[in-house]
């Protein structure tokens, strides 16, 4: 009974370990050659097929996005070797240290390879044969095992490697080599997804001599040569024995937002002129007044400061029309009157309200009603114990800092100064 518990729980272990989850990179690496963009490097492999001299051990990952496949792989490796001496597209990059991956794009491949299987040859100085699996000529000869045909020049795909040590040379030790790579999902015809499911396999080419293996048939045996995948075997191009892979994980909100604002900024910027509008108004008029705002020492002869400054008792006609403006104001001192709301009271339009105040008082309706606050303003600070905000309210300012602004531009002094001077 326990040893069918323990084989049991073993099982489990195994079938856990049998999984690599590919997850998502809201931030996708460098292609590089350079790990540091990968902060984890989830899965480790010692290799154990004889006959080499010095076993490599392998670390590597997988990542994720809307467009790309990521990998990375990090051997050791204290003899580089370059048997082939072949270009991307060889066949014979396999002698080669390097790394062949499987993808099984489908996860429906049994014993042999298909059409949307592929096999990807990477040594470690960048050279990379590709096959694809299922060629129909290969599949009709019975003792052909891995039916497949190169298509190296018609797959996008993304390679870049960095090696520590020398080619060739048997009386040193070198470091290894990085191999970091990028697929188009659109070249593996994949609408990735998370938890979708399907087939890889990595294995390690390894060769610690350097031998001509040109004379070689595919009968010799090439000394110091192996190759083995991650499941430990020799014997690896059938998707069947290929280990599951899940696609784990999604784009986080931050990473959501920044592409729904790329694909829709337009949108968003009339949004935020929207929203933004109206206090661009307010700060364009506030500076409309400031600019406009005649300072009193520069109009004690004005038109203006004559009319403010008469007895009510000895108006003319044309004078009694503006002193019912002026009453208009002084009614609603605490608030934002427009020229349109003083000429509705008027009964005459803004343009006869503007002409009027032209040719009378020299001046604009807007500049008259701010004068009249002014003025009201300078007796309530003498007259009264309100302080500045409670002032700049009454006289209808909602921002009692650009009451001092203008207060200051008209009387030459601030509120608080203008009080102690008087």
Request: hydrophobic share 40%; with cysteine.
């Amino acid at each position: 009974m326990k040893k069918l518990i323990f084989f049991l729980l073993l099982l489990t272990v195994i079938s856990v370990r049998a999984q690599i989850h590919i997850s998502y990179k809201d931030n996708p690496p460098i292609i590089d050659g350079d790990i540091s963009d990968w902060k984890i490097i989830s899965y480790a492999f010692q290799q154990t097929s004889p006959p080499v001299i010095s076993p490599n051990k392998l670390r590597y990952d997988f990542g994720f996005d809307e467009n790309h496949l990521y990998g990375v792989f990090q051997v050791k490796d204290q003899q580089l070797t370059d048997l082939a001496k072949d270009k991307n597209g060889s066949p014979r990059l396999i002698f080669n240290d390097g790394i062949e991956l499987y993808i099984d794009t489908q996860n429906n491949s049994k014993n042999l390879m298909d059409d949307d299987d592929y096999q990807l040859i990477m040594d470690f100085m960048g050279n990379l044969t590709v096959f694809r699996g299922g060629d129909k000529y290969l599949l009709k000869i019975k003792d052909y095992k891995v039916p497949k045909d190169t298509v190296t020049n018609h797959f996008i795909m993304d390679l870049a490697t960095k090696f520590d040590g020398t080619i060739n040379k048997e009386t040193d030790i070198d470091l290894g080599y990085v191999i970091e790579f990028q697929i188009a999902w659109a070249a593996l015809g994949i609408r990735p997804h998370q938890g979708q499911n399907f087939k890889i396999d990595v294995c390690i080419n390894d060769a610690d001599g350097y031998v001509d293996i040109k004379p070689l048939s595919e009968k010799d045996t090439i000394p110091s040569y192996a190759f083995q995948n991650i499941n430990r075997k020799t014997d690896f191009g059938f998707p069947d024995n290929w280990t599951n892979a899940t696609l784990k994980g999604q784009p986080s909100y931050w990473k959501i937002f920044n592409r729904y604002l790329a694909l829709n900024g337009w949108f968003l910027g009339l949004i935020i002129v929207a929203l933004f509008l109206p206090f661009l108004i307010i700060l364009v008029r506030q500076n409309y007044k400031l600019r406009n705002m005649q300072p009193k020492r520069r109009s004690e002869d004005s038109k203006l400061t004559t009319f403010l400054e008469m007895d009510k008792n000895v108006l003319s006609q044309e004078d009694a029309f503006i002193n019912q403006a002026k009453l208009f104001v002084l009614k609603r001192l605490d608030q934002n009157i427009s020229s349109a709301e003083l000429a509705d009271d008027l009964a005459i339009s803004v343009r006869q309200l503007q002409r009027i105040f032209k040719e009378k008082l020299d001046t604009t309706p807007t500049n008259f009603i701010t004068t009249l606050k002014m003025e009201s303003a300078a007796k309530m600070l003498l007259n009264t114990d309100n302080n500045i905000s409670e002032i700049a309210y009454a006289m209808g300012f909602s921002d009692p800092a650009y009451f001092t602004r203008l207060f200051k531009k008209y009387f030459g002094n601030s509120p608080s100064e203008f009080a102690k001077k008087g």
